[in-house]
Structures are given as structure tokens and as C-alpha cells.
Nanobody, 115 residues
Framework: QVQLVESGGGLVQPGGSLRLSCAAS????????MGWYRQAPGNQRELVAT???????NYVDSVKGRFTISRDNAKNTVYLQMNSLKPEDTAVYYC?????????WGQGTQVTVSS
């Protein structure tokens, strides 16, 4: 059983920063890709960022230049560094991991950007 555990969410001021962490219960180099999604109340879940096993990254346009996804294979952890946060970034952020057969999800961590 693969588990993904997110941490690092919280309340920040506009313009502030947070770093989310996603710790996996197995070696993350075995995953084809890992990523972060977010869902605000009343909205569909949105893909935010992905990173492949080869290190290629992709971002939704609204976070380009502000968010950075990275991976530490030795720690079995994927990170999402979020800078210049805006109120519209407020959402529950979910970690995911993909294999050729399965798609895994974390429990989510709340990010709130507000004055």
C-alpha cells in the first residue's frame, strides 16, 4: 500500500511563501510522475504542477514563475515551493503519484492566502 502524506500548508499573507511537502512510503523513482493538484470550494480539482521521473516539470499558467516543483529521491519527497502567493491560490492542495497501473492521492493540505 502506497501512502502519500502532505504537510506545510497554512495561512499566509498575500505575497508570502509556503513550501508543501509530499512524503511517499516507497522510493519515488518508481513513480512515472508526481504532482500537485488543488481544489477550491465549489471548483473542480485543478492540476498545478507535475514532475516526471526524469525531472521534467510542467505548470498551470497561473502559477508559472511563482511555484516550483522539485523532488528529493533520497528522502522520497516531492516539494512545491510557492512564492508570491495570491488569494486566488487558496485551496486544498493534493499530492499525487503515478505508476503505469495506479494513481495515488494524499489526504490534502489547506493553503489559505488572506490578509
Amino acid at each position: 500500500q502506497v501512502q502519500l502524506v502532505e504537510s506545510g500548508g497554512g495561512l499566509v499573507q498575500p505575497g508570502g511563501s509556503l513550501r508543501l511537502s509530499c512524503a511517499a512510503s516507497r522510493n519515488i523513482f518508481l513513480f512515472s510522475a508526481m504532482g500537485w493538484y488543488r481544489q477550491a470550494p465549489g471548483n473542480q480539482r485543478e492540476l498545478v504542477a507535475t514532475i516526471t521521473s526524469g525531472g521534467r516539470t510542467n505548470y498551470v499558467d497561473s502559477v508559472k514563475g511563482r511555484f516550483t516543483i522539485s523532488r528529493d529521491n533520497a528522502k522520497n519527497t516531492v516539494y512545491l515551493q510557492m512564492n508570491s502567493l495570491k488569494p486566488e491560490d487558496t485551496a486544498v492542495y493534493y499530492c499525487n503519484a503515478d505508476t503505469p497501473r495506479f494513481h495515488y492521492w494524499g489526504q490534502g493540505t489547506q493553503v489559505t492566502v488572506s490578509s
